[in-house]
């Protein structure tokens, strides 16, 4: 969508499922419209004996609360959304969306365990392109790196470079022969 300032606007983040890239998109987005800080910081109640500024700025924050819980209401399935209704601040869905879906350290940790005994045993077929294998495997380490491991780019270099076909034979001995292995 373009404004009269022919600034685009960005499009709001549909959750689909997949939480690590969403909240990762609704992060951006929140912090471009200013509502990130409320979204994580949550809004505070004024002291009983708040100067008038300060009652204002609370309003404010409300208000940015509001618009921030408005735009996660509008953007979570109905199936989820029905499960954090009863959240009165945008901080409190933030977290309970987070809490549902990216699960406790122990499954992240064995869903980490899987993708790397998928990176490891990943090979490329007869039929790939270079293109295709090159794509799979980097699919493979994006998951990783999203589930903290902290992967070298080398790594995934080697690791394409190991596990192509023997039509492609000459490209690793060229790297080997450059790396001195």
């Known amino acids: ?13 549909c959750f689909d499922g997949h939480y690590d890239h969403w909240s990762m998109l609704m992060e951006n987005f ?27 700025e609370f309003e404010v ?3 940015k609360d509001l618009k921030a819980k408005n735009y996660l209401f509008e953007v979570i399935d109905r199936s989820i959304l029905e499960t954090i209704l009863c959240k009165e ?21 064995v869903q980490l365990q899987g993708f790397g005994t ?41 690791k394409i470079l190991r596990s192509m076909t023997q039509k492609f034979n000459f490209c690793c001995l060229l790297y080997r022969r450059i790396e001195g292995y």
Not at 31 to 53: F, H, I, M, Q
Not at 124 to 138: A, E, L
């Open 118 to 158: 998928e990176f490891e045993t990943l090979r490329m077929k007869s039929g790939d392109t270079v293109t295709d294998f090159f794509s799979r495997t980097m699919a493979i380490a994006s998951k990783m790196r999203i589930h903290g491991e902290q992967m070298q780019d080398v790594t995934i270099v080697e």
């Open 1 to 13: 969508m373009i404004s009269s300032d022919n600034f685009v606007q960005p499009s709001i983040p």
């Open 30 to 56: 929140l912090r471009s419209k200013e509502y990130l800080n409320v979204v994580e910081s949550g809004v505070a109640e004024p002291a009983t004996r708040a100067t008038k500024a300060q009652k204002t």
């Open 61 to 63: 924050l409300k208000l």
């Open 89 to 109: 601040t945008s901080k409190k869905i933030w977290d309970s969306m987070e809490k549902k879906c990216q699960g406790n350290v122990k499954a992240k940790r």
